[in-house]
């Protein structure tokens, strides 16, 4: 054997070696997964989905995801593309709902915007629209709310009726139970995810689609 056909012959060994260890770790990688969410105990289905609550997915889909959020909050400003990019590819297989957490000042008359809008099939388009713009009326300490309601208005919102419909007791009996819940759940922080009713700890935007991946791949 000359050293031209023992160098493609080390090279040859050498790439076996490392698919082996490649096929190794992802195996570790996902045992390690199965493990940790083995782990994790499951929420009350009871205190994660109400009713009412806003969700986008088929009810029956065999994944669900549910997200407490805030619509003040950036970091749920940041991860709404991540959440719209697990709806696109999922549409049948995932469920997404929808909680409100109202954590900073004017966040309760945001999910009022949202819940007024959604009595008027605005839902979506008025969420999509305030997120988008969040730094314009999200202002901790000093909310400009009168900012947040014509940014609903320019998304389509009829403020008048919005206007008299955000003091519907049914809006007000939602922010009391999802606050009940938060508390139940011991939510500190948003957005806080909870897929197949456990929570994800440490998670980053790729993390999430690929959690969700793996659900929908084992469900």
């Not at 790439?15 to 096929?23: E, H, K, P």
Request: charged letters at 25%; aromatic letters at 8%.
């Amino acid at each position: 054997m000359n050293r031209r056909n023992l160098l493609i012959g080390a090279s040859a060994l050498g790439l076996a070696a490392f698919a082996g260890g490649t096929i190794i770790l992802n195996r570790r990688r996902a045992a390690e997964a199965e493990a940790m969410a083995a782990a994790t105990p499951i929420a009350d289905q009871a205190l994660l989905v109400r009713e009412y609550s806003p969700s986008f997915g088929p009810a029956d889909a065999p994944v669900t995801l549910v997200e407490f959020f805030d619509p003040s909050c950036e970091a749920c400003r940041a991860y709404h593309p991540v959440v719209q990019e697990i709806r696109r590819q999922f549409p049948t297989q995932v469920r997404v709902v929808l909680r409100y957490t109202v954590f900073h000042e004017g966040s309760d008359e945001a999910v009022r915007i949202l819940e007024a809008a959604r009595m008027q099939d605005k839902f979506e388009s008025v969420l999509d629209a305030l997120l988008e713009q969040q730094p314009g009326w999200a202002v901790h300490g000093s909310p400009e709310m009168d900012v947040a309601w014509e940014i609903a208005g320019a998304a389509g919102l009829d403020l008048e009726k919005a206007e008299t419909d955000q003091f519907f007791p049914g809006i007000t009996g939602i922010l009391n139970q999802d606050t009940a819940d938060v508390e139940a759940l011991a939510i500190r922080q948003t957005p806080t995810f909870f897929l197949n009713g456990k929570r994800l700890e440490n998670f980053s935007a790729d993390s999430l689609i690929a959690d969700v991946r793996f659900a929908v791949e084992n469900s």
